[in-house]
């Protein structure tokens, strides 16, 4: 049991009068050993979640996680925290879908709070056809068991009274597709979160010790090549966001998976103006209000292949741009900060999940926009398929051999991928 401070009422002071040298550490020092059972390529959401899952559910703690960098320094930090299952298709939202349950009550499960906060989602649409689209798309949802709701203008002015209906607007707004128990969770806490859980149940985490290599024999993983050396282990996990396709080429197999810019930005904070995420679909804006009070916007891809998480302006300015339709008052706020980071965009805009060519090495790459809020699913599942052996029956449709198949998985009318149709 760890020792309990007699300063909890002052904690924060006291740290901070000691120069914060006397914080417990999250992460135990380790060594690497010289083999594990399981090793996961990635320190960022999916890669910790499937390790605290696999000692959680699956019995399995001899797991080594190597990073790169720092712990969820990658996309799982470079996103907009927002968590949804509102999609068509059985196989995105089955998954999507099991997240949002996950992340209910994960905060306690992990006993770190992650700051999950149902604000409900609410999806524009520009057109009457688009809204029968979305109908098409509720009533999917609610046969399933997800709770979605179609909002006329009207209904939609009391949901979101900050909105602008006008009818002169370039791309006037029809209605919308609510699913209430979307919103948004604190991404870096959800990396600590199961680092944290992920340590204390035996699982060896490593930070800034990136993989070089892989030990292939007769087709068959045999070790990680590691900037600590070598480490040897039954099965891997490569989940690198967007270093999919370079750590794929380590292993020797093509990936089929484009890289591209994809950049947000925050303004400054002010008083709660909107308890909601919402997104525009006329070409792509969604906003969303941190509980710091800064106002979180993203948009589309840069559209061009890169790696160099430097954004290009024009993004900026068409993603404000609709911003400022849907809120006019966003016109009064200055913008504080940007980033971007490198999605893994693959030609039907969904992941690619499970084997490789490989045997021993299984992948998770390609997820676009759409990783962070599959996040818990998928270590739940992915722990569950390295545990078994069998691709779990929600990961399955995301095989990589989808694309010689011709089994794709096009959310195109759901997700924001049209540049790539």
């Known amino acids: 049991m760890q020792k309990q401070t007699r300063y909890s009422g002052f904690s924060l002071a006291w740290h901070a009068l000691s120069g914060h040298r006397r914080w417990q550490k999250i992460l135990p020092d380790c060594d690497p050993l010289p083999s594990y059972d399981i090793v996961i390529v990635g320190g960022g959401g999916h890669g910790l979640a499937t390790a605290y899952y696999l000692a959680k559910k699956q019995g399995i703690s001899s797991v080594a996680v190597f990073e790169a960098g720092w712990l969820g320094g990658g996309n799982t930090a470079r996103n907009t925290a927002i968590v949804r299952s509102d999609y068509l ?24 709070n992650l700051m999950y906060s149902p604000r409900g989602y609410v999806d524009l649409a520009h057109s009457d056809g688009q809204l029968e689209h979305f109908v098409l798309r509720a009533n999917a949802m609610n046969l399933r068991g997800a ?31 609510v699913q209430e128990k979307g919103g948004i969770v604190r991404h870096d806490a959800v990396a600590w979160g199961f680092a944290r859980k992920a340590a ?17 024999r007769n087709g068959r993983l045999n070790a990680v090549e590691t900037a600590m050396g070598k480490v040897s282990c039954d099965q891997a996990m490569v989940s690198v966001a967007g270093a999919s396709a ?28 909107l ?34 998480r430097r954004g290009a302006f024009s993004t900026i300015e068409d993603t404000l741009a609709r911003a400022v339709q849907m809120f006019p008052f966003l016109t009064r706020l200055r913008l504080m900060r940007h980033w971007s980071g490198t999605a893994d965009m693959t030609m039907d805009g969904n992941a690619i999940i499970g084997n490789s060519p490989i045997e021993g090495l299984k992948i998770n790459a390609g997820w ?24 779990s029956d929600l990961l399955a449709p995301f095989s990589l051999d989808r694309f ?14 049209p540049w790539l149709h």
């Open 89 to 112: 298709l059985e196989a995105s939202f089955g998954l999507k879908n099991l997240a949002l349950d996950l992340w209910s009550d994960l905060s306690q499960e992990l006993n770190f």
């Open 147 to 177: 709770d979605a709701r179609i909002l006329g203008r009207n209904e939609l002015r009391t949901r979101v009274p900050q909105l602008s209906l006008s009818s002169d607007d370039r791309f006037p707004v029809s209605g919308a597709l």
């Open 200 to 216: 204390a149940s035996g699982v060896h985490v490593f930070q800034n010790c990136p993989v070089i290599g892989f030990d292939i």
């Open 246 to 273: 370079r750590l794929a080429d380590l292993a020797g197999f093509p990936l089929p998976v484009t890289p591209v810019n994809v950049q947000a930005f925050v303004t400054e904070p002010v008083k709660p103006v």
């Open 275 to 308: 308890d909601c995420v919402v997104n525009y679909n006329a070409g792509l804006s969604y906003v969303s209000q941190t509980d710091k009070g800064e106002l979180v916007l993203g948009g589309m891809t840069d559209g061009v292949h890169s790696t160099a």
């Open 368 to 391: 676009g926009y759409a990783g962070f809020k599959a996040t818990p699913a998928v270590g739940h599942e992915m722990a569950a398929t390295l545990a078994s052996g069998q691709v």
């Open 404 to 417: 010689e198949s011709g089994a794709l998985i096009d959310d195109a009318g759901i997700g924001p991928y």
